[in-house]
Antibody, heavy 120, light 110 residues
């Protein structure tokens, strides 16, 4: 049973970089079948796709965040990470990591989410 | 990329059927069979209910069904139950190799 778990600071100062890690357990992040995404949700609002990574090296980002986002993977730790630079209060949200099956288009496994607040 | 358009709220009585629409463009919903739907209860992570427009993951009730016509996808919940009260989001693959979500629909069971 694959599980995802987000971790990282719950508070980030404005203009700094938000860094989160998603640890994959019960399966390998290196499977060619799956894509690994970050998705966020401001309080009381909808979901926003941030970007995705595939172990082939392919990355895709939301155009509205592309200039500030980097998603990378640490296969030795079975983890993938999100870096979001120059954050503002608008980046305050619950951040989820999620898996997408390359053969079935849907985010089938999600982490529990981690709340990140941007404030001085 | 713009968010897909969903109604803010839909309601129904127990046992009834409701349908949630999700309208996009020819650059997303209209051009791909890659539409999915998610159920989210308060405080929980979203749960995949429908993938590839109309397929159900194992374990999801057959009361949930999906369809698509042109640029609009739909999620139908039949035999509405109290446990179906939640927020629902649609998502689509896009022509620039990204994904976009709808704004979400709050389903209320009267």
């Amino acid at each position: 049973q694959v599980q995802l778990q987000e971790s990282g600071p719950g508070l980030v100062k404005p203009s700094q970089t938000l860094s989160l890690t998603c640890t994959v357990s019960g399966g390998s992040i290196y499977s060619a079948t799956y894509y690994w995404s970050w998705i966020r949700q401001p309080a009381g609002k909808g979901l926003e796709w941030i970007g995705r990574f595939h172990t082939s090296g392919t990355t895709n980002y939301n155009p509205s965040l592309k200039s500030r986002v980097t998603i990378s993977v640490d296969t030795s730790k079975n983890q993938f990470s999100l870096n979001l630079s120059s954050v503002t209060a608008a980046d305050t949200a619950v951040y989820y990591c999620a898996r997408r099956d390359g053969y079935k288009d849907g985010f089938d496994i999600w982490g529990q989410g981690t709340m990140v607040t941007v404030s001085s | 990329q713009s968010a897909l358009t969903q109604p803010a709220s839909v309601s129904g009585s127990p046992g009834q059927s409701i349908t949630i629409s999700c309208t996009g463009t020819s650059s997303d919903v209209g051009n791909y069979k890659f539409v999915s739907w998610y159920q989210q209860h308060p405080g929980n992570a979203p749960k995949l209910m429908i993938y590839d427009v109309s397929d159900r993951p194992s374990g999801v009730s057959n009361r949930f069904s999906g369809s698509k016509s042109g640029n609009t996808a739909s999620l139908t919940i039949s035999g509405l139950q109290a446990e179906d009260e939640a927020d629902y989001y649609c998502s689509s693959y896009t022509s620039i190799s990204t994904w976009v979500f709808g704004g979400g629909t709050k389903v209320t069971v009267l």
